[in-house]
Each structure stands twice: as structure tokens, then as C-alpha cells.
């Protein structure tokens, strides 16, 4: 990790010079916001905001281009904060995420490409959604750091059969999940500590084992995006331990405190696959997973 | 109906006079917007207002009490418009609705009664959240009036199985969703007029017979609230007589898209359910089923 990155506009700056983040923004300057980034025609603006509105937990707007094609400067969807405090002067939405992903007719075209000057058009609306970097920062700071981070892991993401609200050309698409173990007894802190980060997921949409099955979620150590979930020592896998060690303490009440269940958040790669899913015409851009775009905001601007 | 009412705020006088409208408020003053009210003490207000904001589509937060106590003026949730455009001068929460409901420790106290002018204390808060009958207005005068309207019903109301995002004390509340019965081939359209309706539930949320499924609907033609649905003939069974029809008709084009299919919307009821499920303490209030508050913003005021 470069330490000497402080602030968005450095992490930005870098990016755009191609001097790039290889393992991805995670840590890069810390207490700034990173944003899920989505760019579409705008014939499907409308739609895609709407689709966000209607979905806020997993698909938290933060801002979109000022105007259509506008690829400098944002307008805010967060109370009382502007654009140009998301995004200052100076940033280049189009080179400033360290690789982008780039859709033609919704096959992929281009994979981890440094910019997309060559694709952006005058009719191109960029979204950024919020990410749960955010409420990590907040976690890790009370004594709670998410296991993966301790791990040097990615979160594990899972799709889930759970129904996104529909809005216009998207249809049919649900869910997607992060995952992050904590004990029992530790759920209600983590849910008060995550609230306040509303922009950025929130609190967590649901928790323990039977919520594996309510969610539908295929195999709890076969994320479908991320790394495969592990036990505190970094050894075992997560869900085969703990349906073990359930099944043998389950009368014992402390135990069952201490028991450590996953917990669920809404994930930004819900509205990349909504958007997957929709079958778009033209060309649709992304950031590279793990490769955001890092903001002028910071977490705390965006806690209500 | 008492054509001589026009106005959202005459249609409150009369109601705070207790000359009540006994059918309840569907069709009252037409064009103004009416709501449904949930009162709560204030320690749960913070909690509530999150469940809103993370399932707007269910339950549309549209206003609240201006200050903790305050049962004369609400501050708005809705972009660009004012809390004195929603609820003007004069106005009383604690009278203007036809009836009401009191729940004490989450067991109902009072049904029906006229005002909460004795239960009312300054820890109260009034909520006040969208209804579907803004956009049956403008389905109406597109020629796609509800079914219901149609033959003088009210509108069935259903509980699902999708989960809400929870919120605080609000755990484990699931979806209320309203149906309206409409041609697979007008569907589109629907969704199209009540889009532009988000402030009071926007465009339906599923439809089509696997929508039945999918939502977990015990029994089409046994609604949890309101009326059972009624063919188009007002006589037969709505579920029983389409399902013979479909599968008699499965391969014809241009049957199928004459076909009556289910649409289902988010429902003001969700929140209301959410409420008594989280066994709250101390006095709880809400309008009876039906007898809304009538506001002073219009419709049109509300959709995007």
C-alpha cells in the first residue's frame, strides 16, 4: 500500500497516470469515500436512477454527471452535501478509477482497461454508488474489523434469490450480498455502528444461519464474487465449522452468544448485475471490481 | 359520496366535526393526496423513519411531525415541496382523520374512535405515508381504471413472504402488496403511468401468475385485507376462472395477451404491519383502515 496517498484527489491522481493501484483502492487513502461506478446511455438514465431509489440498501446512489456527458463535475443524491464536495474540480470520471470494465450490447468488450476516453461519449450518465468500505473504516475502529480484513481476504458476495423492486428496462434482477462473521452477542453493536452509514448500505439486511436459506444463497463457502469466507484462524472454512460446533453446543446459552453467525449487507454489485441482467443496447462502462473510484468525501460526510 | 367536499382540507373538517364519511375517504376531494398515519413515541421515530428509507417502495415516507409533539405541522419528505404545502395552517393530526386506532403495548386499546385528542403527548410523532390512490386517479384517466373502482370494491390486500430490510426494533416484516387485475398486454402502460408515482408506491413491484408464487400469496382469492377479486364480470372468482383460461389458451399470441394477470404494488399496510409486529411500548396510534388523512398537496404535487 502506498502511504503517501492521503486524500482522494491523490488516489485519483495516480490512478489517472496509470501508476495504478494493482490490488485494487482498499486502504487507499483511508476516510475517503469510495464509489461503485456505472455509465450508461442516457436513455436509461431515468430508469437506472429509479431502479436505485426504489432499491437503496443495495443500490445506494451517492451522485451522478452534473449532465448528460458532463464527465468533470457531479450532482449530489446525499442530503446536504454537494456535488463538488463528492467530486472536486480537477477529476476526470473517464480516467480517474484505476481499470474499467467496458460492455458493447451488453457482452464485454474491454476488461481492466486504464480509461475509457475512447468510449465516452456526449450521451454517456455516470452513477456512483456508495460501497462498504465506509462502515469497515467505523467497524474496525470500535474493536469489530471485519474478519476478511484481518485476513487480507476480499469479502465474500453472494447472489440471492431475495427480489430487487423493478423500475422500467430493469426487471428481474435480486440481490447481491456481502458476508462478514461476527458472534452473536455482537450483532447489535455491529447493526448500530453500520446504521448510520445509510449512503453506504446501511445496516445489515439480515443475519445468523437461517438466513443463508432465506436468501437463498447457494453455498455459504462458495461466494459467487470474492474470496471463500474463513474461520478466525484463517485455516478452516467458515460454514462447516460452525454448523459443527452448533450442533454440539446448542443448549448452552453463553455459547451460543460467542457463536459466530454471518451477516449480511446489501452489496454494490447488485446494480452491475441488474444492468447485466437488462440486456442493454450500446455501450455501458464499470469500474473493475475492487478498482473504485475514490472520492472527495469522506465517510463521515455521508453518516447520518 | 359528499360531492360538495373538493378540497383536501374540507374534507378534514368535516372529519375533525366527526360528520364522518363512514365509507371511509376513497373518493373524497379528488385529485388530493391522502395518507396514511402511524403515531408513534418519539424513542421509536429514528427507527421508523430508517425503515422508510430503506424500503421506500412499501412504505413512502411522506411527511412527519414537525417537531416531537407537534400535531399541527409536519416537515416534508418529498423533494421540492414544502411540510405547509402537505399539511396546511389549521390542520389537527390528533382529529382530521375520520378514525382512528389506539394500541397501547402493542394490543389495540380503541377501534374506530373519532379523534386521539385525550392519548396524544408531547413524546408523540406523527408519520404520514403515501397511498395507492394517488395513482388509480391516473390510471384512471388513461381508460385503466382499477377493477375494484369499477365494481364499487375495495382494493385486495395481501401478505407476502419478501422480507423487508429491517431497521432498529423493526425485525422480521415482510411486504404488504396491494392487486389490481390488468391485460398482460396493458401491463407495460400501467407501469408506465404509475412510474411517475413514486412518492406513493410507483410502479408495481411483480405481476403475472409466478408473482403469486414468487411473493409467497397464500390464496389469490383469499385477500388478508379488503376484497376478495372479482372477475371483470363482478360474479366470478378472479384466481380460479384465469387459471382455467390460461391453460386452455397457452398457445394462442394473441389470447395471452388478452389474459388478466395479477399486478401487485408495495402497500401502505407494510408499515402498519411492521409496527405491531415489533411489540413496541406505550401508546401507538394509526388511521382505521380506509379513513385516511386528507392533505392539501395534490397528486400531481407528488409525482416525479
Known amino acids: 500500500m502506498n502511504t503517501s496517498i492521503v486524500t482522494g484527489q491523490q488516489a485519483r491522481l495516480v490512478s489517472r497516470n496509470n501508476k495504478s493501484h494493482k490490488a ?30 426504489r432499491n437503496p440498501v443495495p443500490c445506494p446512489l451517492i451522485a451522478e454527471s452534473a449532465t448528460k456527458g458532463c464527465d468533470n463535475a457531479v450532482i ?11 467530486l472536486g474540480e480537477g477529476c476526470d470520471i473517464r480516467r ?19 480509461d ?26 470500535v474493536g469489530l474489523p471485519p474478519r476478511q480484513l484481518l485476513l487480507g481476504r476480499n469479502v465474500p458476495m453472494y447472489r440471492t434469490t431475495l427480489r430487487l423492486c423493478p423500475s422500467g428496462v430493469f426487471q428481474g434482477g435480486t440481490y447481491v450480498v456481502s458476508m462478514r462473521p461476527y458472534k452473536r452477542r455482537d450483532v447489535e453493536r455491529v447493526r448500530e455502528i453500520t446504521r448510520r452509514f445509510g449512503a453506504t448500505h446501511g445496516e445489515p439486511l439480515d ?36 454448523k459443527q460446533k452448533r450442533s ?6 453463553d455459547e451460543e452468544d460467542e457463536e459466530e453467525i454471518p451477516v449480511f449487507w446489501g452489496c454494490g ?22 478498482h473504485m473510484l475514490v472520492l472527495d468525501a469522506r465517510d463521515e460526510d455521508l453518516a447520518r
Open 76 to 86: 449530489s443524491h446525499i442530503d446536504k452535501v454537494r456535488g463538488d464536495e463528492i
Open 248 to 253: 454440539e453446543n446448542k443448549d448452552d446459552k
Open 116 to 141: 475509457v476516453v475512447a468510449e465516452w461519449t456526449d450521451d454517456h450518465v455516470a452513477f456512483l454508488i456508495g460501497c462498504s468500505y465506509s462502515f469497515e473504516t467505523a467497524l474496525a475502529a
Open 207 to 242: 443475519w445468523g444461519w437461517e438466513a443463508v436459506e432465506r436468501l437463498g444463497i447457494r453455498d455459504i463457502d462458495g461466494p459467487e464474487w470474492g474470496d471463500a469466507p474463513m474461520d478466525v484462524d484463517g485455516k478452516r472454512a467458515f460454514g462447516e465449522t460452525k
Open 24 to 53: 485494487g483502492t482498499s486502504g487507499l487513502a483511508p476516510g475517503y469515500l469510495q464509489a461503485n461506478l456505472i455509465i450508461l446511455p442516457s436513455r436509461y438514465a431515468n430508469d437506472f436512477r429509479n431502479l436505485c431509489a
Open 269 to 290: 454489485v447488485t446494480p452491475q448485475e441488474a444492468v447485466m441482467r437488462a440486456g442493454l443496447e450500446g455501450v455501458v462502462m464499470a469500474h473493475a471490481p475492487g
Open 96 to 114: 480517474d478509477a484505476p481499470h474499467y470494465m467496458v460492455y458493447k450490447d451488453s457482452k464485454l468488450e474491454k476488461s481492466h482497461c486504464n
